[in-house]
């Protein structure tokens, strides 16, 4: 009879095993069609010449790849120097996703921590609230932020209204109004993510802390953050990976002074103008950033987890 049983948990096992592949071709119809394919086509585009009304021309070339890295004069025949144009606009990039990033910690953090703390009837309520306005299309947002922060917005009304300022502040086409932009778009991709860790940390640890004389800080430091470390991280990289591409927030708050590599990539897509090996190639300079700060984070993770 136990050996039936176990013949019989073996007999379902190999056929949920046999079924697993059916099962998962969907999934992998999707990842193949939508992900993988449209990849390869930007590789693949990264590497061919541009046509002069847009499109590109079967010759392979690496000229999208040099016009990214070098700067070889206006007819193209001087020697290679450094192109710092489109490196500038990549180190732009890297440090307003990075500021927003931090800033969405800052402020998601505690948030976070306030609502895995409410009753668990009410925790749904604050979720609730946090994800509400992203229901609507970000380009709506994005759009309401600009009217909000114009030189005639209701933000300028509001503060010389109460006399704090004599004059409006000028905040849209800056770097601020992009940071705003920014951290407004994906703040919430930092708040579930820590608060589903939160909401599982077991707080005992912390009341055993404190007693044993561990001060606030030192809970947090040493009890509270590495155990909620894997949603920290999850939400830094679903911040930081969007913001680094984004081109709404630039293109509408921040104007042509405060370009990023999501507006330029953009650019080289539309009308007739383009040029759309370079747009592939900048992304595919975009996506290889990407991995590489992916690949460094799940090597983290697993030293971590290898640590523990």
């Given at each position: 009879?136990a050996?039936?049983?176990?013949s019989?948990?073996?007999?379902?096992?190999?056929?949920?095993r046999?079924?697993?592949?059916?099962?998962?071709?969907p999934?992998?119809?999707?990842?193949?069609v939508?992900?993988?394919?449209p990849?390869?086509?930007?590789?693949i585009?990264s590497?061919?010449?541009?046509?002069?009304?847009?499109?590109v021309?079967?010759?392979?070339?690496?000229?999208?790849?040099?016009?990214?890295?070098?700067?070889r004069?206006?007819?193209?025949?001087?020697?290679?120097t450094l192109?710092?144009?489109?490196?500038?606009?990549f180190?732009?990039s890297?440090?307003?996703?990075?500021?927003?990033t931090?800033?969405?910690?800052?402020?998601?953090?505690?948030?976070?921590?306030y609502?895995?703390?409410?009753?668990a009837?009410?925790?749904a309520?604050w979720?609730?609230?946090i994800?509400?306005?992203?229901?609507?299309?970000?380009?709506?947002?994005?759009?309401s932020m600009?009217?909000?922060?114009?030189?005639?917005?209701?933000?300028?009304?509001?503060?010389?209204?109460?006399?704090l300022?004599g004059?409006?502040?000028?905040i849209?086409?800056?770097n601020?109004?992009v940071?705003?932009?920014?951290?407004?778009?994906?703040?919430p991709f930092?708040?579930?993510?820590?608060?589903?860790s939160?909401?599982?940390?077991n707080?005992?640890?912390?009341e055993?802390a404190?007693?044993?004389?561990?001060?606030?800080?030192?809970?947090?430091?040493?009890?509270?953050?590495?155990?909620?470390?894997?949603?920290?991280?999850?939400?830094?990289i679903?911040?930081?990976v969007?913001?680094l591409?984004?081109f709404?927030?630039?293109?509408?708050?921040g104007g042509?002074?405060n370009f990023?590599?999501?507006?330029?990539?953009?650019?080289?897509?539309k009308?007739?103008?383009?040029?759309w090996?370079f747009?592939?190639?900048a992304s595919m300079?975009?996506?290889?950033?990407v991995?590489?700060?992916?690949?460094?984070f799940?090597?983290?993770?697993?030293?971590?987890?290898?640590e523990?």
């Amino acid at each position: 009879m136990a050996g039936g049983a176990a013949s019989g948990g073996s007999a379902a096992s190999d056929t949920y095993r046999q079924a697993r592949n059916w099962l998962l071709l969907p999934s992998w119809l999707v990842l193949v069609v939508f992900v993988l394919m449209p990849v390869c086509v930007m590789v693949i585009y990264s590497f061919l010449t541009k046509e002069f009304r847009g499109g590109v021309i079967w010759d392979p070339t690496l000229a999208a790849y040099d016009q990214f890295f070098f700067d070889r004069g206006l007819f193209g025949d001087d020697d290679p120097t450094l192109q710092w144009t489109y490196i500038s606009i990549f180190w732009r990039s890297i440090w307003q996703a990075g500021l927003a990033t931090i800033l969405s910690l800052l402020i998601g953090f505690p948030t976070a921590y306030y609502i895995a703390t409410r009753p668990a009837n009410t925790r749904a309520l604050w979720v609730f609230l946090i994800t509400i306005p992203y229901w609507v299309n970000l380009l709506i947002r994005t759009v309401s932020m600009k009217f909000l922060l114009r030189d005639e917005g209701p933000l300028n009304d509001f503060l010389m209204n109460i006399g704090l300022i004599g004059d409006p502040l000028h905040i849209i086409n800056t770097n601020l109004a992009v940071q705003l932009g920014l951290f407004y778009s994906y703040l919430p991709f930092m708040v579930l993510p820590i608060y589903a860790s939160v909401e599982r940390y077991n707080f005992t640890m912390s009341e055993a802390a404190a007693d044993l004389y561990a001060t606030k800080w030192t809970t947090l430091r040493r009890i509270l953050l590495p155990a909620v470390k894997p949603g920290v991280i999850a939400g830094c990289i679903l911040v930081f990976v969007p913001s680094l591409g984004a081109f709404l927030a630039p293109d509408l708050l921040g104007g042509a002074k405060n370009f990023m590599i999501g507006s330029l990539i953009e650019e080289q897509f539309k009308g007739n103008a383009g040029n759309w090996p370079f747009g592939a190639a900048a992304s595919m300079v975009l996506l290889t950033m990407v991995m590489v700060i992916l690949l460094i984070f799940a090597r983290q993770q697993r030293r971590g987890g290898g640590e523990q």
